[in-house]
């Protein structure tokens, strides 16, 4: 189902310290429509130096082929409160009876680096 009111009602009511609201509700729906098992919210994003700030995500899972074979990888999508102009913090969000394999795209921590992220440029 393509994402609707509940998002119209979710961004008016969480967006408003953000400084392009409209990008930011454009970009929510389009990642809800092309992945399904995804869902918004707001929560407490902690910078590595403790900062703690208020800000919007996109949760839930994501299809990854992996050696020919399809997995479910729980994700957390964190949307910066200048996005698009600053690209989400992304972090791979394991379950309790699975554990983050720290590689050439992610930390240890879960932080995933990719060319697509650390390039990011708007528009």
């Known amino acids: 189902m393509a994402p609707g009111k509940d998002v119209e009602d979710f961004c008016r009511k969480n967006l408003n310290l953000y400084a392009h609201k409209e990008s930011v509700k454009g970009d929510i729906v389009a990642i809800l429509k092309n992945f399904t098992d995804l869902n918004h919210g707001k929560g407490k ?61 992610v930390d240890a921590n879960g932080r995933i680096y990719l060319p697509y992220l650390h390039e990011w440029r708007h528009p």
């Open 45 to 105: 994003f902690y910078e590595p130096s403790g900062t703690c700030r208020e800000l919007v995500k996109v949760t839930g899972t994501i299809p990854v082929i992996y050696k020919g074979a399809s997995y479910n990888i729980p994700v957390c999508l964190w949307l910066d409160h200048q996005h698009p102009y600053r690209a989400p913090t992304c972090l791979v969000e394991p379950t309790t009876n699975m554990q983050v394999k720290p590689g050439k795209h």
